[in-house]
């Protein structure tokens, strides 16, 4: 994943921490821990078994939780505390929003990302709403390829405006 540092890396891992107390459908893959440990040590993140973790093949991603859990504790993001699960999916979602504006990430995946992923879980903050409501649109548009351009650069924008609101908010704090 272009341009991802340690923190947006712990971000991830912290939110796919979280995740494992879901359902079990809804539970991030052992795939997805293999994927989030490459993308972490890529990042720079250190932790004697992260290589370990991102290093496992396809035949070995049964061993993926239980290396993951460890990951968890040399990292010392255990036990999951709420302020820093909200802090990690804002640090996702700024970053969701830079990948739309340098066209690394389709505007109408990363809208949807942020509206699931991060507003649905910090209930619904103003400051994603814009972003929020043309997520919501997007699913009837699915078929509609025509329309779908005008979304995208609706998602863009709203990228542009939130990435500018929380540099402004963060200046100013």
Excluded at 95 to 105: K, V, Y
Aim: with cysteine.
């Amino acid at each position: 994943m272009h341009g991802m540092d340690a923190v947006v890396a712990i971000g991830l891992i912290r939110m796919a921490a979280a995740d494992r107390v879901l359902a079990p459908w809804q539970r991030p893959s052992d795939e997805r821990l293999v994927q989030l440990g490459l993308d972490a040590l890529l990042a720079d993140v250190e932790a004697p078994s992260l290589a370990l973790l991102a290093g496992l093949g396809r035949n070995e991603y049964h061993e993926a939780p239980e290396l993951f859990e460890r990951v968890l504790e040399e990292l010392g993001l255990l036990p999951l505390m709420p302020e820093d699960l909200a802090e990690a999916r804002w640090i996702v979602a700024l970053w969701w929003a830079r990948r739309i504006l340098e066209r690394d990430l389709d505007p109408l995946c990363g809208a949807k990302l942020i509206r699931l992923e991060v507003a649905a879980e910090l209930d619904y903050p103003d400051i994603l709403q814009p972003i929020v409501d043309l997520a919501m649109m997007i699913e009837p548009l699915d078929d509609q390829a025509q329309n779908q351009g005008n979304v995208r650069g609706d998602v863009i924008a709203a990228a542009q405006a939130f990435l500018n609101a929380e540099t402004h908010r963060r200046d100013s704090a």
